[in-house]
């Protein structure tokens, strides 16, 4: 049972907690990090041939200079994680080779899995270490989620409390301290 689910797209990403923990000690791999390849332009997606469950797909994307394997269910509105890891040196040097003995790529898709909604813009940025924690920890916490959102919000709430006259900002907090003491 999926109990933890976190929606923050019009599709949610999401996986059971014990699973997420398991792979990152098996594969150093946070499911919120991985969770983001699912929106990758460059992403090949196929239908993994070793699992009778037609919904299972195994993607490879490059993110930051590395190429994941991400195994996932995929619905209309939702997007679960099932295992991920860091493809091999020797898988990226022999990809096609390697893999194409156990996957028909033939038939595979390029395209992100999820679709980035209008009005979002691919950018590079630099966070510190501990800020990028902070945030992926919240989704891993929350059992599923895309911290890029997260992040995404938290900076509309600052720029829109920014916008807000220090006069307004005054009074309101003058407020909400004389009806917490009555």
């Not at 619905?75 to 096609?96: C, K, N, Q, Y």
């Not at 950018?123 to 989620?145: K, P, S």
Request: charged residues 30%; glycine residues 4%; proline residues 4%.
């Amino acid at each position: 049972m999926y109990a933890h689910m976190c929606i923050y797209l019009p599709v949610s990403y999401e996986w059971d907690p014990a699973k997420a923990r398991a792979n990152f000690e098996k594969h150093g791999i946070h499911f919120a990090d991985a969770a983001t390849t699912l929106e990758d332009d460059l992403a090949l997606t196929v239908r993994d041939p070793f699992t009778e469950d037609e919904a299972v797909g195994l993607l490879s994307a490059r993110m930051l200079l590395a190429v994941y394997w991400l195994w996932f269910t995929h619905g209309a509105d939702h997007a679960r994680l099932i295992s991920a890891r860091l493809a091999t040196p020797r898988e990226r040097v022999h990809m096609r080779h390697i893999m194409k003995r156990e996957y028909d790529f033939s038939k595979a898709k390029r395209a992100p899995v999820v679709a980035v909604p209008k009005g979002k813009t691919r950018i590079t940025i630099r966070l510190d270490d501990e800020i990028l924690a902070w945030f992926r920890d919240q989704v891993e916490r929350a059992g599923g989620g895309n911290y890029q959102s997260v992040i995404n919000e938290v900076l509309r709430q600052h720029v829109h409390q920014a916008r807000e006259p220090l006069e307004k900002i005054i009074r309101r907090v003058i407020r909400e301290e004389l009806s917490r003491a009555s």
